[in-house]
């Protein structure tokens, strides 16, 4: 009796000393997210200029998803990238798999509760330029796997941004104030987009959150 308890006695203390694992989720960044002094200059070099109007936008003239390999859209394309064990089927369609959406911090397990976010609303770059552009570059930016356009993040969440800018609509978590300020800023500045003064002056604060 004495033997087995001094042996219970050592197990605990092994188990006690053993380091602690913690499993995290966290969102995998899309690509090319500039450092917040490549952001700043960035900043610095785009138009400030009033939007434009919402006459003649459509969803349509910036035709998306589109196939990107193989049987896989966009936006199965994305749900792959930033999910974590995504399981697909011949379809590309992702039937299990755990995403976390960094915007509010939510952990979802079916893909029918995320969203693929336009980082830069397809709305916004209408009336800050892209009214001008031709569909295949609106396409081009619609599908951008290149630059940080696309995420996946919780639906309900994504419903409500819709298509405000940063002086309208921030993430509920403050954390990610300054990795979405940075994003914004690289979309606007690889298409050449304009931004508001009360656009820029949002950006400039969430970037002194870095």
Same mark, same amino acid.
């Given at each position: 009796?004495k033997s !087995?308890i001094?042996?219970?006695?050592?197990?605990c203390?092994?188990?006690?000393?053993?380091p602690?694992?913690?499993?995290?989720?966290?969102?995998?960044?899309?690509?090319?997210?500039?450092s917040?002094?490549?952001?700043?200059?960035?900043?610095?070099?785009?138009?400030? !200029?009033a939007q434009?109007?919402?006459?003649?936008?459509?969803r349509?003239?910036?035709?998306h998803?589109?196939?990107?390999?193989g049987?896989?859209?966009?936006?199965e394309?994305v749900?792959?990238?930033?999910?974590?064990?995504?399981?697909?089927?011949?379809a590309?369609?992702a039937?299990?798999?755990?995403w976390?959406?960094?915007?509010?911090?939510?952990?979802w397990?079916?893909a029918s509760?995320?969203?693929?976010?336009?980082?830069?609303p397809?709305?916004?770059?209408?009336?800050?330029g892209?009214?001008?552009?031709?569909?295949a570059?609106?396409?081009?930016f619609?599908?951008?796997?290149?630059?940080p356009q696309?995420?996946?993040?919780?639906d309900?969440?994504?419903?409500?941004?819709?298509?405000k800018?940063?002086e309208d609509w921030?993430?509920p978590l403050?954390?990610?104030y300054?990795?979405?300020?940075?994003?914004?800023?690289?979309v606007?500045?690889?298409?050449?987009?304009?931004v508001?003064?009360?656009?820029?002056s949002a950006?400039?604060?969430?970037?002194?959150?870095?």
């Amino acid at each position: 009796m004495k033997s !087995a308890i001094l042996a219970t006695i050592a197990f605990c203390a092994l188990v006690s000393a053993a380091p602690t694992i913690s499993l995290v989720l966290e969102a995998r960044a899309p690509p090319n997210v500039p450092s917040k002094a490549e952001a700043q200059s960035q900043l610095a070099g785009l138009t400030v !200029a009033a939007q434009g109007p919402q006459t003649g936008y459509s969803r349509d003239l910036f035709p998306h998803w589109i196939n990107q390999a193989g049987t896989c859209n966009t936006r199965e394309t994305v749900l792959k990238r930033d999910g974590t064990g995504v399981v697909t089927n011949d379809a590309c369609v992702a039937t299990s798999g755990s995403w976390f959406s960094p915007y509010d911090g939510a952990t979802w397990s079916a893909a029918s509760d995320v969203d693929i976010d336009h980082m830069v609303p397809l709305s916004n770059a209408w009336k800050s330029g892209a009214a001008d552009w031709t569909t295949a570059r609106r396409q081009a930016f619609a599908n951008d796997l290149t630059n940080p356009q696309l995420l996946a993040v919780t639906d309900s969440v994504n419903q409500a941004k819709g298509d405000k800018g940063p002086e309208d609509w921030k993430p509920p978590l403050t954390s990610y104030y300054c990795v979405y300020s940075r994003m914004w800023i690289k979309v606007k500045s690889v298409y050449a987009l304009t931004v508001t003064s009360a656009e820029k002056s949002a950006l400039t604060s969430m970037l002194n959150t870095c």
